[in-house]
């Protein structure tokens, strides 16, 4: 069965810093990863979207990687903002259409 | 595409009433999906449909829940009778399986629509 692990829950720093979140899973076997924002009250928006042939895929200050072998996933940002404060879910694709969700890491930027 | 639209979004209801949810998909997508989301269970698929056909409903949690898509552009998920515990924010998303061969899979969600059953 597949599980997803996002550590820590809940990350503060301080503006400017870079930061990683992490995301696991136990099952190799899957189509892709995909790292998701939201905001309190709001909806999930998609940020980044590894396939399982890829080891990493970079949007503006956001870089995302995959180790299938590990079963790991790193979300790095870069030059973090207060806007960047969010909870952040990973939830790997274990078939077509199936999407297997971390509980999310709740993310504070202090400025 | 203004993406995956759902209404309500917000919904405030007494104990036994009907709730009907909508959403309409992004054009020429042919998978939608409906997600619950609570603080206790964090997101719970609910059903999926491919080409307007249930695939999968595993996910409702009791008859109480059903939901159609009746076309290509449009679903309902309705809650009948609602119950307090019915309570949570309730998500569609959808994605393009046509890219299969790409593994381009990537899954668009709505706003969500806020229910509370009191």
């Known amino acids: 069965k597949q599980e997803v692990t996002q550590i820590p829950a809940a990350l503060s720093v301080p503006e400017g810093e870079n930061l990683v979140l992490n995301c696991s899973f136990t099952?190799?076997?899957?189509?892709?990863l995909q790292w998701f924002r939201q905001d309190p009250g709001k909806g999930l928006t998609s940020l980044l979207l590894?396939?399982?042939s890829q080891r990493e895929q970079t949007s503006g200050r956001l870089n995302a990687s995959l180790d299938k072998s590990s079963g790991r996933s790193t979300l790095y940002i870069a030059a973090s903002q207060p806007g960047d404060s969010a909870t952040y879910l990973c939830?790997?694709?274990?078939?077509?259409?199936?999407?297997?969700w971390g509980a999310g890491t709740k993310l504070i930027i202090k400025p | 595409d203004a993406g995956v639209i759902q209404s309500p979004r917000h919904e405030v209801t007494e104990m036994g009433q009907e709730v009907t949810l909508r959403c309409k998909p992004i054009?020429?997508?042919?998978?939608l999906f409906w997600y619950r989301q609570t603080m206790m269970r964090g997101l719970e698929l609910l059903i999926y449909?491919?080409?307007?056909?249930?695939?999968?409903d595993s996910g409702m949690p009791e008859d109480r829940f059903s939901a159609k898509m009746p076309n290509a552009s449009f679903s309902t998920l309705k809650i009948q009778p609602s119950e307090p515990r019915d309570s949570a924010v309730y998500f569609c998303?959808?994605?393009?399986?046509?890219?299969?061969?790409?593994?381009?899979?990537?899954?668009?969600f709505g706003q969500g629509t806020r229910l509370t059953v009191v």
């Open positions: 998303a959808s994605s393009s399986l046509r890219d299969r061969g790409t593994g381009n899979t990537e899954a668009f």
């Open positions: 054009s020429g997508h042919n998978s």
């Open positions: 449909f491919n080409n307007n056909v249930p695939i999968d």
């Open positions: 099952d190799s076997a899957i189509y892709n």
């Open positions: 590894i396939q399982s």
């Open positions: 939830a790997v694709r274990r078939s077509n259409y199936q999407l297997i």
